[in-house]
């Protein structure tokens, strides 16, 4: 498995859970919105945690493969793709007057467990939410969503899952004078020693901490 970040949201993760490779990219976000250039990008899945906001929706940034269409999920609910399960768990994003609901995506292959926060919002997660998902290898957590979690929020949900993984997203590396702030809060916050950053983050079963909990960060393309 190959994980890698896109920016913003955007997680682009490639598995083979049947031998066949299955490419799945979260929240995809207009490059131009980043201030980057790149080409239109290839999956098989789509998924949507947040329609209502065009940093999470731009679903048109993404062509299937060959002729076909990428599948689209973005609302709750499950099913499997080319041996992989996702599952949809109904949550929301922002708070009070802004708060809509969004979607929550656990994604199963090659016997690795991956919950996208994507936009959620809501700060502590609910037992019925926590029982969708007892089990998570791989978290990814926005960390300087300025829309999204605070940085206690965002620490708080990392203590309710406790994955031996986590990945923070939704940041601007460096200063963050972008439309999000930068991970150092977060990273403090969890008391955990972040690695060096990586461009692409392969992982198989084996590859899984047994006890301690790693703190990876990867490059946005």
């Not at 599948?71 to 080319?82: A, H």
């Not at 009070?96 to 292959?109: I, K, Q, V, W, Y």
């Not at 916050?189 to 909990?213: H, I």
Request: proline fraction near 7%.
């Amino acid at each position: 498995m190959v994980i890698s970040w896109l920016g913003a949201a955007s997680v682009r993760i490639i598995t083979s859970p049947l031998q066949e490779e299955l490419v799945i990219i979260t929240d995809p976000c207009d490059p131009k919105a980043l201030g980057l250039k790149r080409g239109k990008l290839s999956a098989d899945v789509v998924t949507v945690s947040a329609p209502h906001h065009p940093l999470h929706n731009a679903v048109d940034e993404v062509r299937g493969k060959g002729d076909a269409s990428p599948f689209v999920i973005s609302t709750p609910g499950e099913c499997e793709l080319k041996g992989a399960m996702m599952y949809g768990i109904p949550a929301r994003s922002g708070k009070g007057d802004r708060a809509n609901p969004c979607t929550l995506f656990l994604f199963e292959s090659e016997g690795i467990n991956l919950l996208h926060l994507g936009c959620l919002g809501q700060g502590k997660l609910t037992d019925g939410q926590l029982e969708r998902f007892a089990h998570v290898d791989v978290l990814f957590v926005p960390a300087g969503d300025p829309d999204g979690l605070t940085v206690a929020e965002a620490a708080e949900v990392v203590g309710q899952i406790e994955p031996r993984i986590v990945i923070p997203i939704a940041y601007e590396p460096g200063k963050g004078k972008g439309k999000f702030q930068n991970a150092d809060k977060l990273i403090k916050e969890l008391g955990l020693e972040a690695e060096e950053p990586v461009a692409k983050f392969k992982l198989a079963k084996k590859d899984l901490p047994a006890e301690e909990t790693r703190l990876v960060l990867l490059e946005s393309e």
